[in-house]
């Protein structure tokens, strides 16, 4: 089914029937990410409301580079015209980033949430990656002199840097997620009001357990529950017992 959000056509499924949870996927994915947790929401009598954020899946593109502002707006202008607010919320990664966002400026929004390996925290950053960030914001200076340039390759190197993540992208998706993952939003954690279940992969690296214990500490009303010998994906890893802790928080 599709919606038009702010002259933007959104993808969205509904599986099941019953109270309405809504579901966000990770940075990279889409609503086929989330149907493990969409069917798992769907036996246990509700109904999942599975969105592609912009620029993923089968969602139109944003009109122009996009930060978490943009995503939580109109992800709180779909939830109005789809009448579910007060819903209860299932987030992955990215996901997490817009939820927490959302949960600190209105606690009315949602009824309970589930952040499952959530992004929304800075990394702590070691020396090596502020040596390699500043050289290569040297080298993007060092390239306009042609001599420099062609002496040390410059121009190739800067092609060959960045993340796997950042360097598969293009155009405003490659610019959005510049602005995405510089945000940290843990000033806004202890704004948030609403009941928390923080589910966390014990061997996640992408967003390590230190940031779901962080956000247990600073969400008032918050539990953390890990999942052993599970990443990033920790409800792929050990699917069982997700849905075993995913249940005893949906379950009325």
Do not use: Q
Not at 26 to 42: F, L, Q, T
Not at 152 to 157: H, N, Q, S, T, Y
Request: glycine share 8%.
């Amino acid at each position: 089914m599709r919606i038009e959000i702010g002259g933007i056509s959104i993808n969205y499924e509904c599986i099941g029937s019953g109270a309405p949870v809504l579901l966000l996927h990770g940075w990279g994915a889409d609503i086929a990410a989330m149907m493990p947790i969409a069917n798992e929401v769907a036996r246990l009598g509700k109904m999942a409301v599975c969105v592609d954020f912009p620029g993923f899946g089968k969602s139109d593109l944003p009109p122009a580079a996009w930060g978490v502002r943009e995503y939580a707006d109109t992800t709180k202008a779909l939830i109005d015209k789809l009448g579910i607010r007060g819903c209860d919320l299932v987030c992955h990664s990215f996901g997490g980033r817009v939820t927490i966002m959302l949960a600190a400026e209105d606690e009315t929004l949602f009824k309970r949430l589930v952040l499952v390996d959530a992004a929304g925290i800075r990394p702590k950053r070691t020396i090596k990656y502020y040596i390699k960030t500043y050289s290569y914001k040297l080298a993007k200076r060092l390239v306009r002199i042609k001599l420099v340039n062609k002496a040390f390759r410059l121009d190739a190197k800067i092609k060959s840097a960045g993340s796997d993540e950042y360097k598969s992208l293009s155009g405003v998706m490659r610019e959005t997620f510049v602005k995405v993952v510089n945000l940290d939003l843990t000033d806004k954690l202890d704004k948030i009001k609403n009941e928390t279940l923080l589910i966390w992969g014990e061997n996640d690296t992408a967003t390590p357990l230190y940031m779901g214990r962080l956000m247990e500490k600073k969400i008032e009303r918050a539990g953390l529950a890990v999942i052993e010998n599970a990443g990033h994906f920790s409800y792929a890893d050990d699917y069982p017992r997700f849905c075993s802790i995913l249940d005893i928080m949906l379950m009325d």
